[in-house]
C-alpha cells in the first residue's frame, strides 16, 4: 500500500477558526496539514476541506485557505462527510481510490469520515500529525480504531515522499526548494 500521487486525494476535516483553540495540538496539526496541501498543490493531488456547521464554528483556517490555488469545499451538518450524497457521488468520480485524511475533531468527525471511506473501499491514510480533538487521547483512540478498521497511520512528510516517488526529478528538486529544505537537513544534496 505505497501512495501514489495520481491515485490520491487529501481530505482536510473541518479545521475551522472557531473550534482550533480548543484543539490540543490544533495549531501545529494545521501547520502540518498546509504544509501537505502546498505539496498537493505542487504536486496536482486534489484537495478537499470540510467545514462543519461553518455558521457556528467559522470557516477554514486562513493559513490553510491562504495556501490553497484549487480546492473543493463541503458544507456538512453529518459528522461524516460520506454521508452527504452528493459529496459520494463527487468524489467517486474523481476515480481517486487513495484518500489522506486529517482534521478535527479526530475522534468525531475525521473519525466517521474515516469509517466512511473504509467501508466504500477506499484506502484511508490516516495523517497522524494533522488529526487532533480537544483532548489528546481521543485523538490518539481515533487512529488506533482507524487503523484497526483497515487505514494506515502515516505521517505528512511520508505521504509527501511517497507522492514524490524519486530524487532525480524536477518536481523534486523544485519541491526541496520551495517546501522540503526547511523541514529537512539542509546539509544534504539529492542532486
Same mark, same amino acid.
Request: hydrophobic content about 45%.
Given at each position: 500500500m505505497q501512495l501514489q500521487r +495520481? %491515485?490520491? /486525494?487529501l481530505l482536510l476535516v473541518d479545521f475551522q477558526e472557531r473550534l482550533l483553540p480548543v484543539i490540543d495540538g490544533g495549531e501545529d496539526a494545521v501547520r502540518e496539514a498546509t504544509w $501537505?496541501?502546498?505539496?498537493?498543490? $505542487?504536486?496536482?493531488?486534489?484537495?478537499w476541506l470540510t467545514e462543519q456547521s461553518p455558521e457556528k &464554528?467559522?470557516?477554514?483556517?486562513?493559513? $490553510?485557505?491562504?495556501? /490553497?490555488n484549487d480546492y473543493q469545499l463541503w458544507h456538512k451538518q453529518h459528522f461524516s462527510a460520506m454521508a452527504n450524497t452528493q459529496f459520494r457521488e463527487a468524489l467517486s468520480s474523481t476515480g481517486k481510490t487513495q484518500i489522506v485524511l486529517g482534521g478535527t475533531e479526530a475522534h468525531i468527525c475525521v473519525l466517521q469520515t474515516g469509517l466512511g471511506l473504509l467501508a466504500a473501499g477506499y484506502e484511508l491514510y490516516w &495523517?497522524? +500529525?494533522?488529526?487532533?480533538? *480537544?483532548r489528546p487521547q481521543?485523538?490518539? &483512540?481515533? *487512529?488506533?480504531? =482507524?487503523?484497526?478498521?483497515?487505514? #494506515?497511520?502515516?505521517?505528512a +512528510?511520508?505521504?509527501?515522499?511517497?507522492?514524490?516517488?524519486?530524487? +532525480?526529478?524536477? /518536481?523534486? %528538486?523544485? =519541491?526541496?526548494? *520551495?517546501? /522540503? %529544505?526547511?523541514? @529537512?537537513? @539542509?546539509? #544534504? *544534496?539529492?542532486?
Open positions: +495520481d %491515485k490520491s /486525494l $501537505l496541501a502546498e505539496m498537493a498543490g $505542487l504536486m496536482d493531488v486534489p484537495v &464554528l467559522g470557516g477554514t483556517a486562513v493559513p $490553510l485557505l491562504d495556501c /490553497l &495523517l497522524t +500529525d494533522a488529526a487532533a480533538s *480537544r481521543e485523538a490518539i &483512540l481515533a *487512529r488506533e480504531r =482507524a487503523c484497526h478498521s483497515g487505514g #494506515v497511520a502515516v505521517s +512528510d511520508m505521504v509527501a515522499y511517497e507522492w514524490l516517488h524519486r530524487c +532525480d526529478t524536477a /518536481l523534486f %528538486k523544485e =519541491a526541496h526548494q *520551495r517546501f /522540503l %529544505k526547511p523541514r @529537512s537537513l @539542509s546539509t #544534504v *544534496r539529492f542532486f
